[in-house]
C-alpha cells in the first residue's frame, strides 16, 4: 500500500472519483441515513453502494451502478474520470434495485457499452427494468473480457445473495469486485478498512442475514475466490478491503464451514418443547430417551421456556434432526415455538428431519400446524407426529420412545423413512 493511498479521505465532501489502484476508482454513493435495508436487516449507521469504474487501454468499463435516488452522485464520480463514449462494457454482478437503480440512463448515456451479466440474471434483469431493449451478453466462471491491457474474469457465484450473482476479478491489478460477498452495511466517508471505523459487527451481522442461509454456495464460491491473489477485495456495500483482504475471505470460510461436524461423526437431534402442566415434557424426555438408544445419535433436550430461542439457530444450523413439542393453546401452538421458527429463515434446513408432538386438552391442531410449517421450510417430516389427549399413560410415552427411536434410525440410515398418504394427514 502506498503512503499515497493511505491518506486520509472524506468522500461525503467531493463528487469526484476516488482511486483505489492505477486503473480503477470509486465512483459509488454514501447513505448515511438507512437504518433498515430490506425490510430485515438493521443498520446503525447507513450504507454505501460501491461501483467502480476501471480503465484500459481500449476503454472503460463500469462495475455496478448505485440505487435510483443516488444517480446524480454517481454521474458526477463517473463524469470526473471518464467520458461515456469511452465506456465499452458494463459489469453487474448483483441485479438487486440498489445496484441497477442507475443502469437505464447509464446505458442511454453510454451508448456504445456492452452489459456483461451472469446466465441467472437474463430473465431477472427484464423483471427488474422492464424492458427488451437492453443487449446484453451473459457469461460464466473464467469468461473473460479484455480491455487491451487488462482483463476482466468473471466466477459465477450464485446465491451470494441472490441467485444472478457473480464475481468478477480484475487479474492485472488483483482486485476482486465481489458483489454482495465480503460486504457490509456500514458508511464511513472514510471508505477503506484501514482507515474506517471497527465494523466487524456489521460484518458478521451482515454475512449472518445474507449468506449464511446459502452456505453450500458459499462454500463453493471459496473454492473459486481462495486461489485467487488479492490485493484489494471490493464489494458492493461497506468499506474497501485493502488491508489483508485475505483475512475476511478467511473469516468467510470460519463463519460457514460446520462446527460439530468437525468435531464428531454422530448425528445431532436435538428436542425442543414447552408444556403447560408438565405433559408435553414427560413425551419429550420420552421421545429424547428413545432416540438416545440409537447408537450414533448425539441427543440434546432443550425446555423453551428457559429462554430466549436465538441461541438456539446456531445449533440447529448444525443438526440433522430437530423435535418439537408442544401443547395446544387456544387453537394454536405456543408463541415461542413460532419465534423459534421464524428465526430460521436464516439457515438452510434442507434435507433435515423434523417432527412435531404434543399434548392437548381440547382440539390438538399444533402438531398439524408446526409439521405444515417444517415442511415449508424444506425439513423433511418422515414421521407422522403424535398427539396425546392430557395426561400420556405409559403406553403413549412408549409410542413417545418409539418415535424418538423412528427419528435416530432414520437420521442415521438405519431405517428408511415411511411413505406417508396424503389420507392420513
Known amino acids: 500500500m502506498t503512503a499515497q493511498a493511505q491518506r486520509p479521505i472524506n468522500v461525503a465532501q467531493t463528487r469526484d472519483a476516488v482511486p483505489i489502484s492505477s486503473r480503477v476508482h470509486w465512483i459509488g454513493a454514501l447513505d448515511p441515513t438507512l437504518r433498515t435495508f430490506d425490510i430485515i436487516l438493521k443498520t446503525a449507521n447507513g450504507t454505501t453502494y460501491n461501483a467502480y469504474l476501471v480503465r484500459g487501454q481500449d476503454g472503460v468499463a463500469v462495475i455496478d451502478t448505485v440505487k435510483e435516488k443516488f444517480s446524480d452522485e454517481f454521474f458526477q464520480r463517473l463524469e470526473s474520470v471518464a467520458n461515456y463514449d469511452d465506456i465499452r462494457v458494463i459489469v453487474l454482478n448483483h441485479l438487486e434495485p440498489d445496484h441497477t437503480g442507475a443502469l437505464p440512463e447509464l446505458m442511454r448515456r453510454a451508448p456504445h457499452a456492452r452489459l456483461y451479466i451472469s446466465h441467472k440474471a437474463q430473465r431477472m434483469l427484464k423483471g427488474l427494468l422492464k424492458q427488451e431493449s437492453f443487449d446484453f451478453t451473459p457469461v460464466t466462471t473464467n469468461d473473460t473480457v479484455s480491455l487491451g491491457d487488462c482483463t476482466l474474469r468473471f466466477l459465477n457465484t450464485p446465491y451470494l445473495h441472490w441467485p444472478d450473482t457473480q464475481c468478477t476479478y480484475l487479474e ?52 473459486l475466490i481462495e486461489p485467487l491473489h488479492l490485493k484489494i477485495i471490493a464489494p458492493t456495500h461497506g468499506p474497501i478491503l485493502r488491508d489483508q483482504p485475505a483475512r475476511y475471505v478467511a473469516r468467510f470460510r470460519e463463519l460457514t464451514e460446520p462446527r460439530l461436524k468437525k468435531e464428531s461423526t454422530d448425528k445431532t ?98 402438531v398439524g400446524m408446526l409439521e405444515d410449517r417444517l415442511r415449508g421450510l424444506k425439513v423433511r417430516v418422515p414421521v407422522p407426529g403424535i398427539r396425546v389427549k392430557l395426561i400420556p399413560t405409559e403406553e403413549e410415552l412408549e409410542a413417545c420412545r418409539q418415535f424418538g427411536r423412528q427419528l435416530a434410525e432414520i437420521m442415521t440410515d438405519k431405517q428408511k423413512p415411511k411413505v406417508i398418504d396424503f389420507e392420513d394427514l
Request: aromatic share 14%.
Open 172 to 223: 492485472e491489478e488483483a482486485i476482486l469486485f465481489s458483489g454482495d460477498a465480503f460486504g457490509c452495511h456500514f458508511c464511513d466517508p472514510r471508505l477503506f478498512n484501514d482507515l474506517v471505523g471497527d465494523f466487524r459487527f456489521s460484518f458478521e451481522y451482515y454475512y449472518a442475514h445474507i449468506m449464511r442461509p446459502f452456505r453450500e454456495h458459499v462454500l463453493a464460491a471459496l473454492e
Open 269 to 366: 437431534l436435538l428436542v425442543f418443547y414447552l408444556s403447560s402442566y408438565g405433559n408435553t415434557a414427560k413425551m419429550a424426555e420420552a421421545v429424547y430417551a428413545g432416540a438416545s438408544e440409537i447408537e450414533g445419535v448425539r441427543v440434546s433436550l432443550y425446555d423453551l421456556e428457559g429462554g430466549a430461542v436465538e441461541p438456539f439457530v446456531d445449533l440447529i444450523e448444525d443438526a440433522e434432526g430437530i423435535a418439537l413439542g408442544t401443547p395446544t393453546i387456544n387453537g394454536d401452538a405456543t408463541k415461542a415455538m413460532w419465534d423459534l421458527l421464524s428465526s430460521l429463515v436464516v439457515i438452510n434446513l434442507q434435507g433435515k428431519v423434523g417432527a412435531v408432538f404434543g399434548s392437548y386438552g381440547w382440539s390438538g391442531e399444533a
